[in-house]
């Protein structure tokens, strides 16, 4: 694709110009820091040297900005999951390995998890129907993958993949919802690494003790 708009909606982020890339990576960066997702197309303009206009120019609206996230994010998850089906390890330590995946893609990109759920929520059906292709949709095929190889192989007890698909979402997911929970629940509101490690401990002996064929 040569550089170009796409008024109406997100630009196709797999031949994205480099412009564009500068806007959605001023984005992320800036939510991070400020953790926050509301952040103004103004500061993100000004983070990424370029003019407000060509927000609009590449991603249409907030929205199509919001998914060109959503879906660099999906591309970067789907990588990962893919290298991990492929990889000589056993079903348990697959559903480890991607467990401490998803709580460190948290760490590092705590808009995220409330990101998805925004768009899933109050995004157009467009919009919503598309995060859920790009991301929801494959680490749910992954997880019943790893959760049926494990089950021909008499490692995990039959469960509905589904249903733990959610699950898992909803533990990995929790320790980043706000800081004022982890204030009130651990005395202390910030993530550092060693907190991670122990979450990852935590919600890996929860999730993987209740797959495991007893």
């Known amino acids: 694709m040569a550089e170009g708009g796409a008024k109406g909606g997100a630009v196709d982020q797999s031949a994205q110009p480099a412009t564009a890339q500068r806007i959605v990576d001023a984005a992320r960066s800036l939510m991070i820091e400020r953790d926050l997702?509301?952040?103004s197309i103004?500061?993100?303009?000004?983070r990424a040297g370029t003019n407000v206009a060509l927000v609009s120019y590449y991603f249409g609206n907030r929205e199509g900005l919001m998914i060109a996230i959503v879906e660099g994010d999906a591309r970067r998850a789907a990588g990962h999951l893919d290298r991990l089906l492929a990889a000589d390890m056993t079903p348990t330590a697959k559903m480890e390995r991607h467990i401490r995946g998803m709580i460190e893609a948290y760490f590092d990109r705590p808009y995220l998890n409330r990101l998805l759920h925004k768009l899933l929520r109050e995004a157009s059906p467009q919009a919503s129907a598309k995060v859920g292709?790009?991301?929801?949709?494959?680490?749910?095929?992954?997880?019943?993958?790893?959760?049926?190889?494990?089950?021909?192989?008499?490692?995990?007890?039959?469960?509905?993949?589904?249903?733990?698909?959610?699950?898992?979402?909803?533990?990995?997911a929790h320790l980043f919802s706000s800081e004022q929970s982890r204030r009130t629940v651990l005395g202390d509101g910030s993530l550092d690494h060693n907190l991670i490690?122990?979450?990852?401990?935590?919600?890996?002996?929860?999730?993987?003790?209740?797959?495991?064929?007893?």
């Open 133 to 172: 292709a790009s991301f929801v949709r494959p680490v749910t095929e992954a997880r019943r993958a790893m959760i049926a190889d494990g089950v021909a192989r008499g490692e995990f007890r039959a469960v509905d993949a589904d249903l733990v698909s959610f699950a898992i979402d909803g533990a990995c």
């Open 197 to 214: 490690d122990r979450y990852v401990v935590t919600v890996t002996d929860l999730i993987v003790g209740g797959l495991l064929a007893r």
């Open 37 to 39: 997702l509301e952040v």
């Open 42 to 46: 103004a500061d993100i303009s000004e």
